[in-house]
């Protein structure tokens, strides 16, 4: 499986970003998604995770109610918009799947992504 994730950029506090993981070699429905951030010299924090047909998400509490993880089966594609984005958002952010039910725990993940950067100015 490959995992192409893309939407990262610079963008000012307050402002949104749209990211999108594209997987290839496999159905993506078959797998629970989940986006993962890591920031410098800190270690790789759980973000927002979706379950394989999109009915229940679940988000770190530094993100709820501003983050919004969704996917698009057909398309064999999961989205994480980022809105009322924070400097604190900085990050390089990596989207993962995992086969069964989805799972916050880095670890756990089977495939990943190779991140994209976000950067949050204040």
């Known amino acids: 499986v490959q995992l192409q994730a893309s939407g990262g950029g610079l963008v000012q506090a307050g402002g949104s970003l749209r990211l999108s993981c594209v997987a290839s070699g496999r159905t993506l429905s078959n797998y629970a998604m989940g986006w993962f951030r890591q920031a410098p010299g800190k270690e790789r924090d759980f973000v927002a995770s979706?379950?394989?047909?999109?009915?229940?998400?679940f988000y770190a509490d530094s993100v709820k109610g501003r983050f919004t993880i969704s996917r698009d089966n057909a398309k064999n594609t999961g989205y994480l918009q980022m809105n009322s984005l924070k400097p604190e958002d900085t990050a390089v952010y990596y989207c993962?799947?995992?086969?069964?039910?989805?799972?916050?725990?880095?670890?756990?993940?089977?495939?990943w992504g190779q991140g994209t950067q976000v950067t949050v100015s204040s």
């Open positions: 993962a799947i995992r086969q069964g039910s989805w799972d916050v725990s880095p670890i756990r993940q089977d495939y």
């Open positions: 979706i379950s394989r047909s999109g009915g229940v998400t």
